[in-house]
């Protein structure tokens, strides 16, 4: 297997200075859901997915895109934890000024890194 980790932190591919990743994960206590959220600075390497898409809705139109992540911390998506009480909540990208869920995470440490896709989550 070819190990492309050194390409993460790599100046010519990795973002100039790192993204933020809003994490959240939360707990019932007393019948009530609280979060915990805590903000990591990530480097990495982020690319365009594909060219905005336009989605014309009977309520107007949403203007969405996605984002490719490619970094050495693990992104996590919605799940519940395994109790089945407790969970974890996707995390959040801010890049370029927007706010992406990830919605999209996998594992390719065999490979020297973790893949993840974000999508935008403003529309307008």
Known sequence: MINVSELIDDPDFCQPEPFQVRRQSGQWINNRFVTTETLIPVSGIIVPMKTKDIVQLPQGDT?????????????????????????VI???????????????????????????????????
Do not use: M
């Open 90 to 124: 996707a995390d959040e990208v801010t890049w370029n000024g927007e706010v992406y869920k990830i919605h999209k995470a996998d594992d390719f440490t065999n490979y020297g890194y973790f893949y993840a896709v974000g999508v935008r989550k403003a529309g307008a």
């Open 63 to 87: 203007i969405t895109g996605a984002i490719e992540i490619f970094t050495h911390c693990p992104l996590q998506t919605t799940r519940l934890g395994s109790s089945g009480e407790d969970g």
